[in-house]
T-cell receptor, first 111, second 115 residues
Framework: AQSVTQLGSHVSVSEGALVLLRCNYS??????LFWYVQYPNQGLQLLLK??????LVKGINGFEAEFKKSETSFHLTKPSAHMSDAAEYFCAVSVDYKLSFGAGTTVTVRA | IAGITQAPTSQILAAGRRMTLRCTQD?????MYWYRQDLGLGLRLIHY???????GKGEVPDGYSVSRANTDDFPLTLASAVPSQTSVYFCASSDSADGPYNEQFFGPGTRLTVL
């Protein structure tokens, strides 16, 4: 069964520093991968998705993710963290049109 | 545009009671989903519906039931609540015509506590 694993349940970064959130997938076929963000007391919203058109995917709010088949990874990055990036981030894979989520990574941003 | 609404926002429930969580979407999406979110486990799929009149079981369906009488509504029922069903519940919808890349849109959630 296809699944994703997020490495690190919590990441703390300084404002202006690089944000790097790790996600590895297990799949024997090309996966359909997503990153969602959940701000406090809200539902999830889509940051970006991998559609196989390009290995580097740009999303909202300055985030991007790179699909690396050789590493079975889809890590999320943002060059410069902002206080508003404090949230929980979920990697997900589409399996039979249904999403299977990772456990999530909480990002805190230090002033 | 409301998107997806869920009710109630939060609820405290005695064990053994019956409870229905409501979910309504106004995007005319054919697919709808119920997830529960628990700390350290991410979101897990409870039930889903690909189109009105059909439903399916997700990863953690035991103790829950759903119905899909029309396109817009997808209620989730706990027939006899137990403390392990304490969680935050999210409803979501998508246009499955977009294929496996379809974005799911999420409601604001219902925080349920079973005592």
């Amino acid at each position: 069964a296809q699944s994703v694993t997020q490495l690190g349940s919590h990441v703390s970064v300084s404002e202006g520093a690089l944000v790097l959130l790790r996600c590895n997938y297990s799949s024997s076929v090309p996966p359909y991968l997503f990153w969602y963000v959940q701000y406090p007391n809200q539902g999830l919203q889509l940051l970006l998705k991998y559609t196989s058109a390009a290995t580097l995917v740009k999303g909202i709010n300055g985030f991007e993710a790179e699909f690396k088949k050789s590493e079975t990874s889809f890590h999320l990055t943002k060059p410069s963290a902002h206080m508003s990036d404090a949230a929980e981030y979920f990697c997900a894979v589409s399996v039979d049109y249904k999403l299977s989520f990772g456990a999530g990574t909480t990002v805190t941003v230090r002033a | 545009i409301a998107g997806i609404t869920q009710a109630p926002t939060s609820q405290i429930l005695a064990a053994g009671r019956r409870m229905t969580l409501r979910c309504t979407q106004d995007m005319r999406h054919n697919a709808m989903y119920w997830y529960r979110q628990d700390l350290g486990l991410g979101l897990r799929l409870i039930h889903y519906s690909n189109t009105a009149g059909t439903t399916g079981k997700g990863e953690v369906p035991d103790g829950y039931s759903v119905s899909r009488a029309n396109t817009d509504d997808f209620p989730l029922t706990l027939a006899s609540a137990v403390p392990s069903q304490t969680s935050v519940y999210f409803c979501a919808s998508s246009d499955s015509a977009d294929g496996p890349y379809n974005e799911q849109f999420f409601g604001p959630g219902t925080r349920l506590t079973v005592l």
